[in-house]
């Protein structure tokens, strides 16, 4: 890991540096993993857990328990989720088969796992996730390096992202997150990377790495899209019209991400019929999400004091009627998020199949209320902005400043890096409910971001202090 941080960043101190971040990482994540208990895996977990003990089991890809009663003898292929995640955990079972039983027993039994004796370590895979978590700490060194050009940027980037013990958190947890973290840091690396030199190898790279993201979760085909896009009319535009080569490089990251989803989608068409990544996910959260269009104006405004992190409801509680913001919580009864679980079954009767429901959500809803649509998606990015909750809230203070001054002054390394998080973070405000969780890509630019202000401040004050003296 030294050596290839030694060639990406290019100096031998910097390498020196590297190793040693990777050492401190290591040993923050395995203090922070020794001190969580473990989980017994519902809701999410317990659907990836279930489809990958049918992967180790039986050897077919499944739904799960996402969709029907699970454990079934003889389970039919499926595809309602990404396959790199469950593929992943699948394998490790297959190496630690006392995990596997253990993993089975905590499936059957779900809430009553430790009621029924169910050992809840999960062995091997959390250490494989541990390893993972460590790589992701480490990845905010290198980008810090990348963006701010400084090695102190860099330590106070990833000391910061190590404090939000996120990284650690799902390493106990069967979790996507556990794979997203370090494929799409190292995404956003390799697309620094190739801007600042553009050549064949890093947009290959850089494709591989959004089409592994994308085999993690689906929504990152859209960033693969977007990333074309944007790719293309800054290269032509920073090449002064060079489209034969622009062309060559944005089809280098197309050919990446093809190489890692096609044939995954080949197997979807081939066994299901469907020429997709996964099939009925997607209706699902966007029925979620469309809910929330019925929120009142008022309520929107409330909104953006209520889904403050950690002191939101209880300042709406002290400043606004009841009837403003009881709905926005998740776990009230006649509240939009539940009112979202009755409108996707009954939207999804009447789209009639799974492959036809988001068509039938945007044409018979979103485009319904386009203006509503957007302004409500606003009101969920920012409930969605504040990972690790007040962590979150003065990275964000820190990171306005920051993308000011990126956009100033043509920082090109600091907006390639936060642009693909930032999308990502709208796009899901636009098509789901938006939870923190969804945007914990966020953590390695607020990180960077709070210590480029850190080290800003410190300037400041030595500045003012020879002054003085």
Not at 105 to 126: P, Q, S, T, W
Not at 202 to 227: I, K, Q
Not at 270 to 294: F, Q
Not at 369 to 393: C, D, N, Q, S
Request: glycine residues 6%; neutral net charge; charged residues 15%.
């Amino acid at each position: 890991m030294a050596r290839l941080t030694q060639r990406l960043l290019g100096d031998a101190p910097v390498a020196a540096h590297a190793a040693a971040a990777l050492m401190v990482a290591a040993l923050v994540t395995l203090l922070q993993v020794l001190r969580l208990d473990p989980v017994v895996p519902l809701a999410d977990a317990h659907g990836y857990g279930s489809i990958a003990l049918d992967l180790h089991r039986y050897h077919t890809f499944t739904d799960g328990s996402e969709l029907s009663p699970w454990p079934q003898p003889e389970p039919p292929p499926g595809m309602f989720v990404a396959p790199l995640y469950p593929s992943l955990v699948a394998g490790v079972l297959a190496m630690d088969l006392d995990s596997a039983d253990r993993l089975a027993c905590m499936l059957e039994h779900r809430a009553r796992a430790v009621e029924a004796g169910c050992d809840l370590d999960l062995g091997l895979l959390v250490s494989v996730q541990a390893a993972l978590a460590t790589i992701s700490a480490f990845l905010v060194f290198v980008a810090g390096s990348l963006v701010c050009g400084s090695l102190a940027c860099a330590w106070l980037a990833m000391l910061l992202a190590l404090a939000t013990g996120e990284y650690a958190l799902y390493a106990v947890q069967i979790l996507t997150e556990n794979l997203m973290f370090p494929l799409f840091t190292g995404f956003a690396i390799a697309a620094v990377l190739a801007w600042r030199r553009p050549t064949v190898v890093r947009w290959l790279a850089a494709g591989l790495l959004v089409g592994l993201a994308a085999l993690v979760r689906p929504s990152f085909a859209y960033l693969f899209y977007a990333s074309v896009v944007f790719a293309f009319v800054g290269l032509v535009v920073r090449g002064r019209g060079r489209v034969g080569r622009t062309a060559l490089m944005t089809s280098m990251l197309a050919l990446g991400y093809g190489i890692v989803v096609a044939p995954w989608v080949t197997r979807n068409v081939m066994l299901l019929g469907v020429a997709d990544i996964t099939a009925g996910y997607g209706g699902h959260e966007l029925a979620l999400r469309l809910s929330y269009n019925a929120m009142t104006w008022q309520e929107w405004l409330v909104a953006f004091v209520y889904w403050l992190p950690g002191f939101g409801d209880s300042l709406a509680a002290t400043l606004f009627d009841p009837d403003l913001y009881e709905r926005l919580a998740f776990d009230h009864l006649d509240g939009y998020y539940r009112i979202g679980q009755t409108f996707y079954r009954k939207t999804l009767a009447a789209a009639g199949r799974p492959e036809a429901h988001v068509a039938y959500l945007v044409q018979t809803f979103m485009l319904a209320e386009p203006i509503k649509h957007v302004m409500v998606t606003f009101a969920l990015l920012w409930r969605g902005l504040w990972v690790a909750k007040e962590w979150g809230l003065v990275a964000f203070v820190c990171f306005v400043p920051m993308a000011v001054v990126a956009v100033r002054r043509r920082w090109s390394e600091a907006i390639v890096f936060v642009l693909p998080p930032w999308f990502m973070a709208g796009f899901h405000a636009f098509v789901s409910v938006s939870v923190v969780r969804y945007n914990l890509i966020l953590i390695p630019c607020f990180a960077i971001a709070m210590a480029w202000a850190m080290l800003l401040l410190a300037r400041a004050v030595r500045f003012l202090l020879s002054k003085v003296s």
